[in-house]
């Protein structure tokens, strides 16, 4: 779902706000790494395996002003900033991004690649949706392609998206959270025979933290 009135934003400068917290990053490229995240609320995907429903509907949450996110972001360690939904391309991130990196933060931006990206980003990961599959140009500025696999199928999904692809970009096949058993192993053999991919774990459920 979409805002109906994105001028209420401001042009960036408020944004709809699901949370913002600090922890460690828990899939793809990196992993381990601590960081603090920035959801926004509103989705135009909507998979069924979501994990983080609750940010399909950004009436839901009251547009924030972005210089207090970035406020609190100041108050943490970190150096690292995630910005996730949902999805956040539905935005104007051009003044959200902006601010952080004048404050010399480093960006990492989580999409599904299936709207046009505004802002400057660090690090873009890309995970492609059947729903609503990514813009190619999008494809092609990801510095890491993160495919969820449910089921054999998606293989098949994951080698189209990786055509589009920069050289330089990093390939991830990640399983989908409630088909960890079932997929896990089907992961492995896959990418031991075809090395171009690795494997991401959602590492910060193992762990229990957000």
């Known amino acids: 779902m979409k805002l109906d009135n994105i001028d209420i934003l401001d042009n960036g400068r408020k944004l709809p706000l699901v949370e913002d ?11 381990g790494k601590p960081a603090y995240f920035i959801r926004l609320g509103g989705c135009d995907v909507g998979c069924s395996w979501c994990d983080a429903k609750m940010t399909w509907n950004p009436k839901l949450y009251p547009p924030v002003e972005v210089d207090l996110i970035v406020q609190r972001a100041l108050e943490f360690a970190a150096r690292s900033i995630v910005i996730t939904g949902g999805e956040p391309a539905l935005y104007p991130l051009d003044y959200l991004t902006e601010r952080l990196h004048s404050e010399g933060l480093e960006i990492f931006l989580e999409t599904s690649g299936s709207s046009p990206l505004s802002g400057m980003f660090d690090w873009i ?11 190619e140009k999008n ?12 089921d054999e199928s998606d293989f098949e999904w994951a080698e189209h998206n990786a055509r589009f692809v920069k050289k330089s970009c990093l ?23 075809n090395p171009q ?11 229990r933290i957000p």
């Open 21 to 31: 917290f600090y922890t460690i990053q828990g899939e793809g490229r990196h992993t």
């Open 125 to 135: 990961c890309l995970s492609p949706k059947r729903k609503l599959g990514p813009l």
């Open 139 to 150: 494809l092609q500025r990801a510095d890491e392609l993160k495919v969820i696999i449910q």
């Open 171 to 193: 390939l991830y096949l990640q399983p989908e959270w409630s088909r960890y058993n079932a997929m896990i192993h089907k992961i492995v053999e896959y990418v031991k025979a």
């Open 197 to 207: 991919w690795n494997i991401s774990l959602q590492s910060h459920k193992f762990m």
